[in-house]
């Protein structure tokens, strides 16, 4: 089969395409840099081209109210051309409480693109993943003075990107969902504690405070971004890929 990795050179999207490539399918990365943009929609006829299935891995330049704009043109354009090109299945990498969380701007742009993904003419699937590994040490930053970390006791079931691209290879090369699938790693933990077994992995000196109302993850309601009954939980634990 033929992928069409939108996307496909970021973090998350050149682990969908090693994924693929593995599994003997033939996954091509397309992104800006490769001459695809998605909210003009330059490119975008030839990257979809012959392509059996598209995967959506990209993300906002914004985190604010805009990114609902960039999702409403980018996805538009996707998805037209998608039909154009007769792609038979269409896949999204969305987040894990994007309907639970209203407060949280970005993810209210990404309820705004799963309806585009739903109400499409291409067969979809969307594959909700829970906060990545990669990114627990960005988080901590946004609320880090000198060497103090505050961080909130927000629920997280975060995952390796390696665990999370894997799944989306494997729903990809099925038939369409028609539907959401979530994602997540086993171990559910607060943010902060995250940010303390991370500071003792790292053994960079930090204190990790308690903080309630900390950083953007804190207006979060209980239990909106870990998964229930139904999701498909990965191996690694954050602990061991904290090791490797």
């Known amino acids: ?12 999207g050149s682990k969908v395409v090693e994924a693929l490539t593995t599994a003997g399918h033939e996954a091509v990365p397309h992104a800006r840099s490769t001459g695809v943009d998605l909210r003009t929609g330059e490119g975008l006829a030839r990257a979809l081209a012959g392509a059996d299935v598209v995967i959506d891995a990209t993300q906002s330049p914004t985190a604010d109210a805009a990114a ?9 354009n996707l998805l037209a051309t998608a039909e154009e090109a007769a792609v038979r299945h269409a896949v999204l990498l ?12 970005y993810y209210r742009a990404k309820v705004v693109q799963e309806e585009l993904f739903k109400t499409g003419a291409v067969p979809y699937s969307i594959v909700r993943a829970t906060q990545f590994f990669e990114y627990i040490e960005e988080i901590m930053s ?77 207006v979060a309601p209980e239990g909106a971004l870990t998964v229930s ?12 890929w904290l090791a490797v």
């Open 1 to 12: 089969m033929k992928f069409a990795v939108i996307g496909g050179t970021g973090l998350i």
């Open 68 to 76: 609902a704009d960039f999702f409403r043109a980018a996805t538009g």
């Open 94 to 105: 969305s987040i894990v409480g994007v309907d639970r969380a209203p407060g949280l701007g």
């Open 142 to 218: 946004w609320t880090t003075e000198g060497d103090i970390v505050r961080l909130p006791t927000t629920l997280l079931q975060p995952m390796a990107t390696a665990d999370a691209a894997r799944s989306v290879a494997g729903i990809a090369a099925g038939p369409a969902l028609h539907g959401i699938q979530d994602v997540a790693g086993p171990d559910v933990l607060s943010l902060a504690e995250l940010g303390r077994i991370t500071v003792a992995s790292r053994g960079d000196g930090r204190t990790v405070l308690r903080d309630d109302t900390a950083g953007p993850f804190a």
């Open 229 to 240: 009954e139904g999701a498909h939980i990965s191996p690694t634990h954050y602990r061991d």
